[in-house]
């Protein structure tokens, strides 16, 4: 599609890759998105929203196109967007487990959201798969790397009981310098204070109190300094002290 100058009106890209090289869309694109611009708007919104056209269409329409007022014909177009994205990217996580998964998707489209409300998805109409390939691998390196480190709550839990949070901060005080604390044990200490630790303490104490890791192995697990978990455990025996007081 051009104007009277013979110019086409499709918007170029003018952003850059890391690699410094300007985004550009495929030949085929190009001729799409000018054959859905010469439809009236309504008719290439339902198209696109339908799945008719490349999501690279989609992508343009939706960015190029955003009404002033609520429009449910948009809306259908970034709702498809939505499950577009998310389709491309069941492929890349398939190998986590379903809940982190989830996670992952999560973290993805908020930052589409993000790069949505800021006009930055020239990498979706350059390649839309090579665009959800882009968030979806860093989404996935983040949670496998939380699988490696992460304990979760119910893993720390145990069925209610009679145990004195006197009892609890006295065994967690005592623990770095006591061998072989039954696992029972510690899990009925980390119950009775686990509504207190910040997702960083209950992960060290997991490593270190649960696992019998030292510090300097709990260290390598959370990918910090062993002077840093030291002071995440020193937070946990001070919070159960608190809870006598």
Same mark, same amino acid.
């Given at each position: 599609?051009?104007?009277?100058? $013979?110019?086409?009106?499709?918007?170029?890209?003018?952003?850059?890759?890391?690699?410094?090289?300007?985004?550009?869309?495929?030949?085929?694109?190009?001729?799409? *998105?000018?054959?859905?611009?010469?439809?009236?708007?309504? !008719?290439?919104?339902?198209? +696109?929203?339908?799945?008719?056209?490349?999501?690279?269409?989609?992508?343009?329409? *939706?960015?190029?196109?955003?009404?002033?007022?609520?429009?449910?014909?948009?809306?259908?177009?970034?709702?498809?967007?939505?499950?577009?994205?998310?389709?491309?990217? !069941?492929? *890349?996580?398939?190998?986590?487990?379903?809940?982190?998964?989830?996670? +992952?998707?999560?973290?993805?489209?908020?930052?589409?959201?993000?790069?949505?409300?800021?006009? !930055?998805?020239?990498?979706?109409?350059? $390649?839309?798969?090579?665009?959800? #390939?882009?968030?979806?691998?860093?989404?996935?390196?983040?949670?496998?790397?939380?699988?490696?480190?992460?304990?979760?709550?119910?893993?720390?839990?145990?069925?209610?009981?009679?145990?004195?949070?006197?009892?609890?901060?006295?065994?967690?005080?005592?623990?770095? $310098?006591?061998?072989?604390?039954?696992? +029972?044990?510690?899990?009925?200490?980390?119950?009775?204070?686990? +509504?207190?630790?910040?997702?960083? #303490?209950?992960?060290?104490?997991?490593?270190?109190?649960?696992?019998?890791?030292?510090?300097?192995?709990?260290?390598?697990?959370?990918?910090?300094?062993?002077?840093?978990?030291?002071?995440?455990?020193?937070?946990?025996? !001070?919070?159960?002290?608190?809870?006598?007081?």
């Amino acid at each position: 599609m051009t104007d009277e100058r $013979g110019n086409s009106t499709v918007q170029s890209l003018a952003k850059v890759s890391k690699k410094q090289k300007v985004y550009k869309r495929p030949p085929a694109v190009e001729e799409e *998105i000018a054959a859905t611009l010469a439809l009236p708007l309504h !008719d290439a919104f339902r198209l +696109a929203a339908a799945g008719h056209t490349r999501p690279q269409t989609l992508v343009y329409l *939706i960015r190029n196109f955003r009404p002033n007022r609520p429009s449910p014909q948009y809306d259908a177009m970034v709702v498809a967007f939505f499950s577009r994205l998310e389709r491309a990217g !069941d492929r *890349i996580l398939r190998d986590l487990p379903e809940n982190f998964r989830e996670r +992952a998707h999560t973290i993805v489209q908020s930052k589409a959201l993000e790069l949505l409300a800021e006009n !930055d998805l020239d990498m979706f109409e350059c $390649g839309f798969s090579r665009g959800a #390939e882009c968030l979806y691998l860093t989404a996935r390196s983040k949670m496998r790397l939380r699988m490696r480190t992460e304990i979760s709550r119910e893993e720390m839990t145990v069925p209610d009981s009679d145990v004195s949070t006197e009892e609890i901060a006295d065994a967690l005080a005592a623990r770095a $310098g006591r061998v072989g604390t039954p696992l +029972a044990e510690i899990k009925v200490e980390l119950n009775k204070i686990s +509504a207190l630790l910040t997702e960083e #303490e209950r992960i060290a104490v997991g490593h270190h109190l649960l696992m019998g890791r030292t510090f300097k192995e709990t260290a390598a697990a959370m990918g910090c300094s062993d002077t840093k978990v030291k002071y995440l455990i020193k937070n946990v025996r !001070d919070k159960a002290r608190e809870t006598r007081a």
